[in-house]
């Protein structure tokens, strides 16, 4: 709509979606037909990926038949979509058929009044399902919450634009959060081995650093260092080093 202003650019509550948004958009319907595909498996136990922490439990009782976490998610999502899908019209009240009238009706959807409202749910649904669908592994630190009243720490995958804190409710720009992780860290620096520092980097990051990759940004000059008094010890800026992690992920190849 010529002249509107895209509630997800300006942050407004309503108006129709810009080019880049209504891709996004499509992105995260696509995203959650195939996740939640994978979500339903979970739930029927027929794989398995932490919720928490990773770490193995020994309950009391005998587990559920199914897996109550993963439906009640499923379930959630599935009420995200049917207010998406109310929004223009549509009613169906399973997931896989929701979805499939959403993708039919694309241009209506990113047009609605509420599309700012849907596009937020939306992408935090997708989100949620993705990472509740990917091992604990594989997820990775963005930064922390930018409300400054919560400071939550910020989870996901490697995929991920935006991000919801699970806390407060609020809805960041992944590339802002890691900006402000950075500029927190600016000026400070780290010392240790190029094991000691991949071994930071994975606890603030998440990314499966090993020592050769620092060495190799050692040597190529993207991380500036000073070498320290000890066999293979450097000072780096730690934002430095957030930052080639960073620009390399997602898709990074780390090396073994």
């Not at 810009?18 to 195939?34: P, S, V």
């Not at 919450?145 to 804190?165: F, I, S």
């Not at 990051?205 to 620092?214: D, I």
Request: hydrophobic share 35%; glycine share 10%.
């Amino acid at each position: 709509m010529a002249g509107s202003k895209c509630p997800i650019c300006e942050g407004l509550p309503r108006g129709p979606l810009c080019k880049t948004h209504r891709r996004e958009l499509a992105k995260t319907i696509h995203g959650l037909r195939l996740g939640l595909v994978e979500l339903k498996r979970v739930e029927r136990r027929e794989v398995h990926y932490s919720a928490g922490n990773g770490r193995g439990a020994h309950p009391a009782f005998a587990p559920a038949a199914i897996d109550i976490s993963a439906a009640d998610l499923y379930n959630q999502v599935e009420d995200t979509l049917q207010d998406a899908a109310g929004d223009i019209g549509l009613w169906a009240g399973k997931a896989p058929k929701l979805i499939e009238r959403l993708q039919a009706s694309m241009g209506r959807l990113a047009d609605a009044p509420n599309s700012g409202r849907d596009y937020r749910q939306l992408t935090n649904a997708c989100r949620r399902v993705k990472l509740r669908t990917t091992p604990p592994e594989e997820r990775i630190i963005h930064g922390h919450c930018l409300n400054p009243a919560c400071g939550r720490e910020l989870a996901g995958v490697q995929e991920d634009t935006m991000v919801t804190c699970p806390a407060c409710g609020s809805t960041w720009a992944v590339a802002e959060v890691r900006r402000a992780r950075r500029e927190k860290l600016a000026g400070r620096t780290i010392t240790g081995t190029p094991t000691q520092l991949a071994r930071w980097v994975k606890k603030t990051t998440g990314v499966p650093v090993k020592a050769q990759n620092v060495k190799d940004w050692l040597r190529r000059g993207q991380v500036l260092a000073v070498s320290k008094p000890g066999k293979g010890t450097y000072e780096c800026d730690m934002s430095d080093l957030l930052q080639v992690v960073e620009t390399v992920h997602p898709g990074m190849k780390l090396t073994a």
